[in-house]
C-alpha cells in the first residue's frame, strides 16, 4: 500500500521540480465588471512566465475567479484549454490567454448574472492563475498558483438631470444663462472622470436624435469632475423660428486617458441617455402671439 | 462645390418653374401640397488675442441646406409623398460620422444630416423607401435613422411592418488631422411588427428588431467603439376603455453582444436566438418593460407608470437607451375653479445600477406646476421641483447624496387704457443645490437666484411692437460668485405694406465672476421676413454676439480678451 502511494507522489515531485518557472501575475486593481473588454485590453491583466530551462514544455493555463473569503465562482474547463509551449526565456501572457471565456465556467448566480447582464456584480474578488501540464497521471501543477486581489467596478454612466427632459425654459432667462446638472459616475474613483457636455439645436424637420449625430453642438465643454454647468449661450432667436426651439443635450464620460469609460454599451461612446428641452417665450408673450407680437 | 452650386441652380430653377406652372395646372387631378426651400447660413468668429482658444466656433463657416418635400396626391386612393432634406457640408460631431468631412457616395446618403425618403402610399399599403424614422415601440426600436426600404401594411385592423437597411456605413478611424474621425462599423438593421391595431381601442403587437456591424466594414477599426450585434423582441398591449381609462403595456427581451469579434460559445443555447443571434463569449440576455395605467378626462388626468430597464438589455434601435433602472411615478394633471387654476404635478422613484446592490443609487423626483388665474388681470405661476440622489458609500468614506430644489414664482399683470394694454411679469427662482463630499463627507451648497422683469406695451393703433426686459443672476459656492445683470429690448414692425416684417432685439449683459473686473457681453440680432407672394416667401437672419473678458481669464495678453462671433441666415421658403 505505501508503495502504491510513494511512486505517484514520487513521480509529481519529479514533473514539477522539472519544470523550473516563475510566474508574476498583474491586474488592474479596479478592472471593468465587463467581463468580455478584458480580453480587448492587454494592461487589465497580465501574467508574466519565465522559464530558465532550455526545454521547451508544454503546459495551459488554470484560472479561477474567487471571492475574497475563497469561494470558487468561475474556473476555466481545463480539458478544452488550448496548450501552450514553453520555452527558455520570459514572455508575457494577457487575459485573453488566461481567461478565455468560452471556457470559463461560472457558478450558480454568477452565470445567471452574467448571462444577464454580461457583468460580475461589483465587489471584492480574487483572480488566480497556474500553470499546469499533462504528467503521467493527468494535469499536474507546474508552479505554485498565484492570486491578486481586485475590486470590480460596475460603472453607470451620470444622468441628466437638470434642464429635466421636455423642460420649457423662458426665452428671456434662458438667452442669459442656463444651468445644467447631472449625477456623477458610479462609482467615484480617485481618477476622477471629464465630462463633455453637448448642446445641439433640433432645426426643422429634424428628428432629437437625429440632431444629435449630424449638427455642431452650441455647446461643447469638457469639466473635471464637477456635476454643474452654467451655460452663457450668447444666442439670438429669429422672430421666425418655430418657438419653441428645440436642444439636445447629452454628457460624455471620459477615464483619466481620455477614453470613454463604457466602450460596449449600446452607442459605444459612453454617452448618457440625452433629453431635450425647450426655449419658448412665456405664456403671456404665447398668447400675444395673434397680436403679431411674436 | 461643384455639386452644390450644380443643386443650388436646380433649386432656383424649380422655384422659378414651380410658380409659373402654379397658375395653370388647377385642372389637373394630382394635388400637390407640401414646401421647398434653400437656406444658406454663414458664420464668422474673431478672437483676440488670436489663437488664444478662449472660444472655438460652434457653427459651420458655410453651411446651405436643401428642402424639397412636396406630396403628389393622385385622386384619394394614391398619394407619393417625397422629402429630400440634405445639407452640403457634414457638421458630425457626435455618433458614428463624428469628424467625418469627405464622404462617399454611400456615406452622404446614410448620413444623418441628410434624408432621402419616398413613401408612396395606395389605400392601406405603403412602401418605405430611403430614409426612415420607424419607432415601432419604446423598447424595440424608434429613434434611429435609417436608409432602406420596406412596408407598412394595414389591412382592416390588421398591421404587418417591415424595414430593412443601413443606419451608418463603415468609416474608417483617423487620428489626423485633429479632432480625427471616430470611425464606425457598417450597421444594418432589420425589423418587423405585426399585430392588430384599432385607432381608440386597442393595439396588439409583436415587434422584432435586429441590428448587427459588418466586422470587416473597416480598414482601420475605431479605437473604442466595438462591433456589436442586437436582436430583439417585444409585445405590446394599449387598450383604452370608456371614460377614459387606458392601459399600456411592453414587456421585452433582448440578446445582444457587445464586441463580434469575441468568439462563439458553442452549446449556450440559452443566450442564443438563432437564426437571429448567435451567441459569443460578450453577449448577454436580458429584459425590460414598461406599463402605465390611469384615466384622462378634460379636467382630470391620473396614471402611474413604470418602468424597467435591465442591466444587459440594449437595443440596436435605442442606441442612448441607458439600462439598469427602474422608474415609478405618478402623474397628475387637473383643472378646477371654473378652469381658473390647473396643476400639473408628478412624484416618483427611479433606482439606478439595481444590478448591483452595493452601489444601487436612488433618484427621487417630484415636480408641482401651480397656474391660477385670478381675474382678467392677475394670474400666478409656481412650480417647484425636487431631485435626490443618493447611493451607499461602496469603497469610499460617505456615499453620493445631490439634492437639487427649485421654487419658481411668476405672478403677471395686465391693465389697458383707450390707446394700449400693459404687460408686467416678474419672475423669480431659487434653486439649491447640495452636493456631498465621499471622501470628507462635506456638503456644499450651491444657490442660484434669478429674477425676471419684463414689460410688454401693445399699441392699438400702433404697428410697433416693443418689449423691454431686465434680468438678475446671482450664482454662490463656498469661495465662488457668479453674478449677471441683463437689460434687453426688442422691437418689431411691418414695412412696404405689411409684406415685411422687421424685427430686432438688442441684449447687453454686464457680468462678474468673483473680485475680478466684469466682463460684457452685447447681443444683437434682426429679422427681416418677406411674404414675396401668396407661396413664396424670402426668410434672414442676422446675429452678432460680443463678449469681453474682465481678468478672470489670467495675466496679459488675456486681460480683455474678447470674440465676436456674427451669423447670418437667408433662406427662400416654397409652399405648394
Known sequence: MKKNISLPLFLVVAFTANAQLNTTLNIQPTPTAVLSEWSGKNAMVTFIVTKIDSIPQQAIFKTEMKLIDGTVIGVTDITKAVPIILTKGTRVYFSKDVMPLEIMNFTGKYKAILDRTGKLPADNYQLCVQLIGQGPLGFQPLVAAKCKIFNMAALQLPILVMPANNAVLNKLSAQTAITFRWTPLIPQTQNLPTYRLQVFEVLANQQPVQALRSNQPLLDVSVKAITQYIWRPGLAFSATDSLPVKFIWTLQTSDDTGLPVIQTDGNGESRSEPFLFMIEATKRNEKKKGAGLL | ??????????????????????????????????????????????????????????????????????????????????????????????????????????????????????????????????????????????????????????????????????????????????????????????????????????????????????????????????????????????????????????????????????????????????????????????????????????????????????????????????????????????NTWKNKINVTASMGQRVNNISNTSLRASQFLGNLNWFTQFNDRFSLNINYNNFGFQTASGLNPFGIKNVSNDLGISPMYTWTTATMTHLLTVSYNYSKYDERDVITGITTSNNTHTALLTYVPVYFNKELTPDFSVLYFTNTMPAFKNTFITLSSSLGMPVAKKKIQLRGQLQYTIGKLNTFTANNNLVVSCTIDWKINKKLSWNSFFSTNYYRYGNELGSIPLIGANYLESSVRTGLQYKF
Open chain 2, 1 to 334: 462645390m461643384k455639386l452644390t452650386k450644380l443643386i443650388c441652380i436646380c433649386f432656383l430653377f424649380g422655384f422659378v418653374n414651380l410658380s409659373a406652372q402654379d397658375s395653370t395646372n388647377k385642372k389637373f387631378p394630382i394635388k400637390v401640397t407640401g414646401t421647398m426651400g434653400i437656406t444658406y447660413e454663414g458664420y464668422g468668429l474673431n478672437v483676440k488675442p488670436t489663437g488664444s482658444n478662449i472660444y472655438t466656433p460652434r457653427r459651420p463657416w458655410n453651411q446651405v441646406r436643401f428642402l424639397f418635400a412636396p406630396t403628389l396626391q393622385f385622386g384619394n386612393k394614391f398619394s407619393l409623398p417625397l422629402n429630400f432634406n440634405f445639407a452640403s457640408v457634414a457638421t458630425n460631431f457626435a455618433g458614428p460620422y463624428a469628424g467625418l468631412k469627405n464622404q462617399s457616395i454611400g456615406q452622404w446618403l446614410t448620413n444623418p444630416m441628410n434624408n432621402f425618403s419616398i413613401n408612396p402610399a395606395y389605400k392601406w399599403a405603403e412602401l418605405l423607401l430611403g430614409t426612415q424614422y420607424l419607432k415601432y415601440s419604446d423598447l424595440s426600436t424608434g429613434d434611429i435613422g435609417i436608409f432602406g426600404a420596406g412596408f407598412n401594411l394595414h389591412p382592416g385592423k390588421f398591421m404587418f411592418r417591415f424595414f430593412t437597411g443601413t443606419s451608418q456605413q463603415g468609416i474608417n478611424y483617423a487620428a489626423a488631422p485633429p479632432p480625427g474621425i471616430t470611425g464606425a462599423f457598417k450597421r444594418t438593421h432589420y425589423m418587423f411588427q405585426i399585430g392588430t391595431e384599432v385607432e381608440g381601442s386597442h393595439k396588439v403587437a409583436f415587434n422584432f428588431s435586429k441590428g448587427k456591424d459588418a466586422v470587416t466594414s473597416v480598414t482601420a477599426p475605431p479605437l473604442a467603439i466595438k462591433p456589436q450585434e442586437g436582436f430583439n423582441t417585444s409585445f405590446i398591449l394599449d387598450k383604452y376603455f370608456k371614460k377614459g381609462w387606458f392601459i399600456n403595456l411592453e414587456s421585452a427581451l433582448s440578446f445582444f453582444t457587445r464586441d463580434l469579434t469575441q468568439p462563439l460559445i458553442p452549446g449556450a443555447d440559452n443566450l442564443s436566438f438563432k437564426p437571429f443571434i448567435a451567441a459569443r463569449t460578450s453577449t448577454a440576455k436580458d429584459f425590460a418593460g414598461q406599463m402605465s395605467v390611469g384615466k384622462k378626462s378634460p379636467n382630470l388626468d391620473i396614471s402611474y407608470a413604470t418602468k424597467y430597464i435591465g442591466a444587459g438589455y440594449q437595443t440596436t434601435g435605442f442606441p442612448f437607451m441607458q439600462p439598469d433602472h427602474w422608474d415609478n411615478t405618478i402623474n397628475t394633471r387637473f
